[in-house]
């Protein structure tokens, strides 16, 4: 009976090590796909509200997967956003306070590690679809950071020299921004179908609908808002078009698929600009309207449909919760701002933590924790060509489940929550340690040789 009993526990360890590697073998991973939009306003998404624009693709997504209510983007612009999505880090942490520019000299370090280098070392294929906007130099593009592929506008589209990069190269310097959305609705298949045989990552960053916006002509006039609209429903179409790709492939059952945005519509450009909803403001700002975004997340089997989850989750949190789908672990060589939302997806719980810092730029103006938000003093901006007006206010205080839009200052009736928030913004502030200066992103001509000419003619002329 020894001999049996020894075989007996022998072959249950076999099995056992063997259904091990099996859960952490490559091909047990699910793909993900991130399509993530520029600009896009919380109230311009059908999930989230809006009636005159058709999003029946997007809504699918949160039907049959989850909804955010309460997702913060790592900042109200376009470059600290995408580098806090990536990398799980406040992008203060790296330096990145301000947007990059075709005449950028920097750039997001390669020494940081994005979701895709972590995905690629457990046998990920990734590639890059769309604008990346974290430094056009080699050493800064995509292919420095975990994705095998890229192609797409290294900045924003209304930049000077908007070209097509194809990995490291330029393809294309003439765009046609009409038809750009199908351009990266293409390219996305094309790599779907090379791809689907193995893991792999698809992070597709539409460069729309930042100004200046385009719809295909086969979108114009089609929607109840206008361009705006036209772009949002076409867009929507490339959604349905990603959905459709995977399930002819079979692959929709293991594929995570989230949508979201890097930060809340740019309202000065009026009917070009989209809408926040009920929130305050839009970008630029840490209103909720410039921070908030429209965030929706299924994997079929994986993700109980119909949730809605009210609490925070922030656009960083996305890093680890990779990690843990893949069985990565943390570096622990830097802080890691976000927190995994495993929890959240595939068990109806909570996510780990509840506060947040507010910055714009590298000025911090906010924290958050639990419902409650607290907004530093102000002086106000009048406004210019690219920034909308904002009125001066002092301290502001609200509590954002009962006033999502920011529209009663509870300061002066909530002394003590006043200053306990006061105090926890201040501790928090304190706990992030000494930062990085800003990375410069650009510099201005040195024009005194005009200014030269122009002084020796009046002189002349006098």
């Known amino acids: 009976m020894k001999p049996i009993g020894c075989y007996l ?7 056992s090590c063997q259904e091990k590697a099996l859960e952490s073998a490559p091909n047990s991973y699910p793909n993900i796909v991130f399509i993530f939009t520029d600009d896009l306003g919380y109230g311009d998404i059908g999930a989230f509200g809006a009636t005159d624009i058709q999003t029946p693709n997007i809504d699918r997504i949160a039907n049959e997967g989850i909804k955010f209510t309460s997702f913060l983007s790592a900042s109200p612009v376009c470059s600290p956003s995408r580098a806090g999505l990536l ?11 301000a947007v990059f520019f075709p005449e ?23 590639a890059a679809v769309g604008k990346w906007h974290l430094g056009h130099l080699e050493r800064f593009l995509p292919l420095n950071q975990g994705f095998d592929q890229y192609f797409g506008i290294p900045y924003s589209n209304d930049m000077a020299s908007v070209v097509y990069l194809r990995n490291n190269e330029v393809e294309e310097f003439e765009v046609d921004q009409t038809y750009t959305t199908q351009r990266y609705t293409e390219e996305a298949l094309t790599f779907i179908d090379q791809a689907s045989d193995a893991p792999f990552l698809l992070y597709l960053a539409h460069n729309q609908p930042h100004v ?3 719809a295909s002509p086969e979108f114009q006039g089609k929607s109840d808002r206008g361009l705006y609209g036209d772009v949002i429903q076409e867009i929507d179409w490339s959604v349905g078009q990603i959905l ?10 293991n594929t995570l698929i989230v949508f979201s945005s890097d930060n809340g519509p740019w309202l000065v450009m009026e009917d070009h600009g989209g809408s926040a909803g009920e929130l305050r403001e839009g970008k630029q700002y840490t209103f909720e309207g410039g921070v908030r975004v429209p965030t929706v997340a299924m994997w079929k089997g994986k993700i109980t449909p119909g949730q809605v989850y009210e609490e925070m989750g922030t656009q960083m949190d996305w890093f680890p919760t990779f990690c843990k789908l893949v069985g990565a672990e943390i570096p622990s060589d830097r802080e890691i701002d976000g927190k995994d939302l495993s929890q959240v997806l595939f068990e109806n719980g909570n996510r780990e933590a509840d506060t947040f810092l507010y910055f714009m730029l590298s000025d911090q103006r906010g ?11 102000y002086q ?3 406004g210019s060509r690219g920034m909308k007006a904002v009125a001066a206010h002092d301290t502001l205080l609200f509590n954002l489940k009962n006033d999502p839009g920011e529209t009663t200052n509870l300061a002066k009736e909530n002394p003590e929550k006043l200053a306990q928030m006061m105090r926890a913004m201040d501790l928090a502030v304190k706990q992030l340690g000494p930062l990085p200066p800003s990375k410069v992103v650009r510099t201005g001509p040195d024009n005194s040789h005009y200014e030269y000419l122009d002084q020796k003619h009046k002189a002349a002329k006098n």
Do not use: H
Not at 104 to 118: H, K, N, Q, R, Y
């Open 87 to 97: 990398t799980g880090r406040m992008p203060q942490r790296m330096g990145i306070n």
């Open 367 to 377: 924290f958050r924790e639990g419902d409650w938000k607290i907004k530093r003093p």
């Open 104 to 126: 950028s000299l920097t750039g997001m370090d390669p020494e940081e590690i994005t979701f895709a280098e972590v995905l690629k070392e457990k046998g990920y294929q990734t």
């Open 380 to 382: 106000g901006y009048e």
């Open 244 to 253: 459709s790709k995977l399930g002819e492939k079979g692959i929709l059952e």
């Open 9 to 15: 526990c022998l072959l249950f360890l076999v099995i």
């Open 212 to 214: 200046p916006i385009y």
